[in-house]
């Protein structure tokens, strides 16, 4: 009985076609039928509208150039779009079977491929296109291309709150020649931005990122799909904190230490010239870093320039309370101490214990708290009386302006940065 049935199904194989396995001769069949019989146009659009996917994957940040400003990172575009005429998955429609061949590979010459170019390049701005990748055919028609290099596009600078900035660079993708009726882009599905190959950079710390469709670019009244992939980096703040803030801030208060040093050791001058001169090559070390545009100010340049502008009213005023302590004790003019609204008072209307004369005995031995209305003549204001004056004011007012820049500074920095 089982050898009957056994018989019965071995009939039943027999008289149904086998399936070919894989092999080469299979895939050249497959590949002369697909290319030279059906007569395969890479010059032809499958469709009249073709929809294609576009992903893109980040291997690393290159550079991030706020100077130049530019981004550099290297990575691939995954497009992916249907191609009808290269299917193979119904044995109906073709010779023979040919689903035990799972892919097949190509070169771009080959085969139509949708033409995109990077629009905000600063390096080529060519379409895309390398004839050594191959592209992956699968048996619906579907095909992918994987497009690698080094992609270096412009990227605007926000240099206001430097060393301590983020920055926002975008990639544009559109199509070049095709209109948005003839090839429309659309964003992968499940990763339009994909990160995971992605190296940390030294420098640039990943912060978001994002991809959305921009508004289509026209030109002589034509339409083209465009898409934008967006990137917010973060500086990471170690080194810049050591190399430039640190320094600036410590030489800072260096200014208002001029006025602590004596007259007469004849340093004063070579000290604030020292500064200022120091201050002034920092500046021009700053500003070599930063882009010359005008649309945004760094916060850091700001402070430089009033730090240096301290600096240097500091020389002048150096330079008048030297000349004024070496008068001597040559009488300062009246009006300087209506400047200065500092006043040298003796013995003014104050109560005071004098001795007064016994009435019994006319001993002066009684001392009594009276009220002295006559006031002495007053204790003449000398040059270098002046000087000294002048040293502890402009010391004051300097270590109060340098503290509270340098507070708003700081504040205005790192508050930008932990937001």
Known sequence: MLSVVHMFHLGQT????????????????LRTELFETNQYSPLQRPVLRVTTNVSLTILTVNELNIKDQYLSISGYLTIAWEDNRLSWNNPTKTSQDYTNVVYLFSAAKY??????IIENSVDDVSTMADTNIPLRITSDGAVYWSLSGIFKVACESDIRYYPLDSQTCIIRITTWGYTQ????????????????????????????????????????????????????FKRKPLFHIINTIFPVVLMAFLIPMVYKLPSES???MGYCLTVLLAYAVYMSIISDNIP???????????????????????????????????????????????????????DGEENKIVPCLNEENGNNVDGKVMKITQTP??????????????????????????????????????????A
């Open 111 to 116: 085969l139509w491929t949708p033409t995109i």
């Open 377 to 418: 003549e007053a204790k003449t204001l000398t040059y270098h009386d002046l000087s000294l004056m002048l040293d502890k004011f402009f010391f004051m007012v300097y270590m109060i302006a340098i503290t509270l820049s340098t507070l708003i500074l700081l504040i205005v920095l790192l508050t930008n940065y932990h």
């Open 266 to 268: 004849g340093e004063k």
């Open 292 to 346: 010359s545009t005008s649309k945004s100010v760094c916060f850091l340049s700001i402070y430089l320039g009033l730090t240096l502008a301290f600096s240097t009213i500091s020389v002048n005023l150096v330079i008048l309370t030297l000349y004024a302590y070496f008068q001597g004790e040559t009488a300062a003019p009246t009006w300087i101490l209506t400047i200065m609204r500092r006043k040298r008072r003796c």
């Open 181 to 232: 009726g003839e090839i429309l882009l659309q964003l992968d599905e499940d990763k339009p931005i994909n990160f995971d190959y992605y190296n940390q950079n030294g420098e640039w710390e990943l912060q978001s990122s994002s991809a959305y469709y921009a508004s289509n670019r026209y030109e002589r009244g034509l339409s083209f799909s465009t898409l934008y992939f967006q990137m917010t």
């Open 14 to 29: 027999e008289g149904k076609p086998s399936r070919p396995f894989y092999s080469l001769s299979l895939e050249t069949d």
